[in-house]
């Protein structure tokens, strides 16, 4: 605060601060940029130039500079205990008094301090103030983090099991309030897991204490060891013995001794025998009703409901059971054959047999074949001996009837297919009795009578069989004869594309005619006055229309077929178009277009391509180009049954000058004025003028 006076007149007033500033302010405020003492210099100076000055003392104290220590920044919530060392200093002088506060509410005036958070984890911004003993004050932050801790928790899928195939799954259930967590499992049994959700098999049965360590990122830890125990069940070992494995049926009594182990706890038991029959006795006998291979089963449980199982086979020893069947116990004395196939059985053990035919003749073959050389009824006999001598036998009769002679006629076999007519007359015979026909002429056509005429339906060779039957045993005859059909020609063709477009239709025909044998001769028309005689023609319509093609086939007997298709010829587009003005110049171009382009029936759709890069479906477009060149236009029209044209036109745009000039100096004084005028005109190609 400048205090100075004069008597009379004014003054100018200048300040030297002593750290190289001034001021030349009435009552300057200054602030000094370090610590020091300062002789601050006030000079005045009259209107008239006279001066004088003055000079004061200003202390600067120095700041003190607060600093400290941490143990450890980043600490777990619990047990977390920060110790704060004091290296807060000072350039002279002494420090007086220190204040912490810890961001918690807590706070502490000691110089070192410990400190532990309690309330909850987060991040804390720890301030050391320093005051010096001149009453100067600075202060510091510093940075600690109180890291979350895990909740450790986890369930059991299922905590008491037998020890075969013993899964125990475990579903972790920790927490955190933020971050992530990691798994470290103590199975109890020298095992260990770091899986989340571990499914653990333990290799003994006992009893586990499980215990689940969750981790943190910043690996802080809970751990956890349920109250609900791991409960391995021992198994029991099923075992039992037979008195004898193999016994005959009218005789058998198994003695099952059960000999079943279990290393603690007890058991019950359960046999099955196989035959619907159980029991719940420790040790037990049985006997079964039939012959048979049985599987006997001894279940166990313990107390605990652990299970185990033996098994073991007995053979009731059977007597052999004769049958056999006949491949047809009634057939003709012509080429008969009974096949006898022995189905006999025998549960265990071995059997053989003996055929006795009824007429002499013996076998021991498992499965025979015999044929009789005479008509009559015979008694066939199979007998069966097993290894354990046991034996069984059965009879059964056969019977060997007389045979009819099968004969026919035709009255021609050689026929033309227009007007086939085939008779046929039997001419069989059969010593006694009737006969009943039955004829298959070769085209899936029958006939059961005695003389049948048929006519075909088809040209081809026909094998004609005529079956006869005794009416009493129905003993058959039969006899083959051939007869000929002439063919008729098949006809087929196909065409490559049956819609095509007029302006480039090529209509090939492919000749896909077949016939049984010989030659055929083709005849095509075309449907619009042509015709052709080559086997596959091409043929090119000279309009659009629906036309019917036919191909007729004549084979070299003078039978025909024939075939029409039809095929359409869409119509094409004729592409046209003018152009306004084909030059133009660049200079406000605008070219218009008009689209002349016509098609006999339907309609058409446009596409315009301008040589720039442009395109447009506008039926009469106008387009305006963006430089000078030589473009070549092109239309494509496209009718609705997608028939095209293209038709192209070039345009000219010509280059337009771009006019420009320069002066020498657009301002002069008029006695000496002289403007030069220089022209700068361009143009990208040609002459100007």
Not at 48 to 69: G, Q
């Amino acid at each position: 605060t400048d205090q100075s006076n004069i008597n009379s007149g004014t003054f100018n007033s200048l300040w030297n601060f002593d750290d190289g500033t001034n001021s030349p302010n009435v009552n300057p405020t200054h602030v000094f940029a370090s610590d020091d003492t300062f002789m601050v210099k006030l000079i005045l100076t009259s209107n008239l130039n006279c001066s004088d000055s003055a000079t004061k003392s200003a202390y600067v104290f120095p700041l003190p500079e607060p600093d400290f220590t941490i143990n450890d920044s980043t600490q777990c919530f619990e047990y977390n205990n920060f110790v704060f060392t004091n290296t807060s200093s000072i350039k002279w002088g002494t420090l007086s008094n220190y204040y912490w506060d810890f961001d918690d509410g807590g706070n502490s005036s000691s110089v070192n301090v410990n400190h532990s958070y309690i309330t909850q984890d987060d991040t804390f911004n720890v301030m050391l103030s320093a005051t010096s003993a001149l009453g100067c004050i600075d202060t510091n932050y510093k940075t600690v983090y109180v890291l979350p801790m895990p909740v450790a928790d986890f369930s059991i899928w299922d905590s008491s099991q037998c020890f075969e195939n013993n899964a125990f799954g475990f579903q972790n259930q920790s927490t955190i309030s933020s971050g992530t967590l990691s798994a470290l499992w103590n199975f109890d049994d020298g095992t260990y897991s770091t899986t989340t959700n571990p499914v653990h098999s333990f290799l003994y049965a006992d009893t586990f204490a499980v215990q689940l360590t969750a981790i943190s990122a910043f690996n802080c830890r809970d751990s956890i060891i349920k109250n609900t125990y791991i409960h391995v069940h021992p198994q029991p070992n099923a075992a039992f013995t037979i008195n004898d494995s193999a016994q005959c049926l009218n005789s058998n009594n198994f003695v099952f001794t059960n000999n079943t182990t279990i290393t603690a706890d007890t058991f019950s038991q359960t046999w099955y025998f196989d035959d619907g029959d159980t029991s719940s006795s420790f040790d037990v006998n049985h006997i079964y009703g039939y012959p048979d291979t049985f599987v006997i089963k001894l279940m166990v449980i313990s107390d605990f409901f652990c299970k185990d199982s033996a098994l073991k086979t007995s053979i009731i020893y059977p007597n052999p059971v004769i049958d056999f069947a006949i491949n047809d116990s009634s057939q003709c004395l012509f080429g008969n054959s009974f096949v006898f196939s022995d189905s006999s059985s025998i549960s265990s053990g071995t059997y053989n047999q003996v055929w006795s035919f009824g007429d002499g003749n013996t076998d021991s073959s498992i499965n025979s074949t015999h044929s009789y050389l005479s008509p009559d009824t015979f008694q066939v006999k199979l007998a069966g001996y097993s290894s354990l001598g046991c034996d069984d036998s059965i009879s059964k009769n056969v019977y060997v009837h007389p045979m009819p002679n099968a004969d026919f006629s035709i009255n021609d076999s050689t026929q033309s297919f227009q007007d086939n007519n085939f008779i046929f007359t039997s001419t069989s015979t059969i010593s006694s009795g009737a006969i009943s026909y039955y004829w298959t002429f070769g085209d899936g056509n029958s006939s059961t009578l005695q003389n049948p005429v048929h006519v075909y339906s088809t040209d081809d060779t026909f094998t004609v069989k005529l079956v006869i039957s005794s009416t009493a045993n129905a003993c058959l005859d039969s006899i083959s004869k051939t007869v000929y059909v002439f063919p008729t020609p098949s006809v087929e063709f196909a065409i490559n594309d049956s819609a095509q477009c007029y302006n480039e239709n090529t209509f090939v025909f492919t000749n896909n005619t077949t016939i049984n044998w010989g030659n055929i001769s083709f005849y095509w028309f075309f449907g619009d006055g042509d015709t052709s005689t080559l086997t596959n023609p091409s043929h090119i319509y000279n309009s659009d229309d629906t036309f019917s093609v036919k191909l007729l086939a004549i084979s070299e007997t003078g039978a025909k077929d024939s075939l029409t298709k039809v095929l359409i010829v869409f119509p094409s587009p004729v592409t046209a178009f003018d152009i306004s003005d084909s030059q133009q110049c660049f200079n406000g171009n605008s070219f218009v277009f008009t689209n002349n382009s016509t098609i006999n029936t339907g309609t058409q759709t446009y596409s315009w391509n301008f040589g720039d890069a442009s395109t447009s479906n506008t039926t009469s477009p106008v387009h305006t180009y963006a430089t000078d060149d030589t473009f070549t236009v092109f239309l494509i029209a496209n009718s609705n049954l997608n028939c095209a044209d293209t038709l192209s036109k070039t345009t000219y745009v010509f280059p337009s000058p771009n006019s420009t000039f320069s002066i020498n100096d657009s301002q002069q004084c008029f006695n000496e004025n002289h403007f030069v005028l220089t022209n700068n005109s361009t143009i990208n190609t040609g002459s100007q003028t």
